[in-house]
């Protein structure tokens, strides 16, 4: 079988399992969120718009260039597209990227005043990129939600020099995590969603 249509192959099946499995934990309600996976011939693989990430199909994923259009013209990838695009750009490891809708990320994210989330001294940092102990604090970057994506992505721009090794949030709207591959990135998922909820549990505590 052709190296790149076995890629390809292997590729949708991740993004499948991914969605399940985000949608198992609330994460990508009604048709919130987008999976893409990139390719080993540069293209990148992602979720077109419109789908429940719970019950994806085959046909349901894509293929775009690095600048997010599609490769047939009929397919209609979201416009979110363009935002996995700059992580892929900006980091030429990364595999997969993973955006979400959690209850817990949204609340969060809405009601921070500041410029970022700040957790700390949890031992589950330990799952992001760098971090070696629960004696340090990571800031996950919160952005003004905005339906110009191009626009969104400018302001997003100059903050990849920092790394931003637990991923993004858009206020009010979900999280941008990533990772070398398709596992790497449900971690990277499922241990800033489990810090997400820790912070909120705790913000209720002291109301």
């Known amino acids: 079988m052709d190296q790149t249509v076995t890629d390809f192959a292997r590729a949708v099946q991740d993004i499948l399992f991914a969605g399940q ?24 693989a992602i979720t077109r718009s419109g789908c429940h990430k719970g019950f ?10 690095m600048q997010g259009k599609p490769h047939s013209p009929e397919n209609r990838p979201s416009a979110e ?4 695009c700059q992580i892929y750009r900006h980091f030429p490891q990364v595999g997969a990227v993973l955006h979400g809708h959690s209850v817990a990320s949204t609340v969060l994210s809405m009601e921070e005043e500041t410029a970022a989330l700040t957790l700390a001294d949890y031992e589950v ?21 905005d339906q110009d994506i191009a626009r969104l992505a400018e302001v997003v721009e ?16 979900g999280v941008y995590v990533w990772g070398k591959d ?12 489990f810090l997400l909820a820790c912070a909120l549990e705790r913000r209720k505590l002291h109301v």
Do not use: C
């Open 125 to 145: 940092l330990k799952v992001f990129e760098g971090q070696t102990t629960h004696e340090t604090s990571v800031q996950v970057p919160l952005f003004e939600n």
């Open 182 to 193: 398709m596992p790497t990135a449900l971690a990277r998922l499922e241990g800033l969603e």
């Open 21 to 44: 499995r985000m949608d198992q934990r609330g994460w990508v309600p009604a048709t919130a969120g987008n999976i893409s996976r990139r390719l080993a011939d540069g293209r990148i």
């Open 158 to 173: 100059p903050f990849f020099g920092t790394g931003m090794p637990a991923g993004y949030i858009i206020r009010g709207h």
């Open 81 to 84: 597209t363009l935002l996995h």
């Open 56 to 65: 994806l199909q085959a046909a349901d994923v894509i293929t775009v260039d």
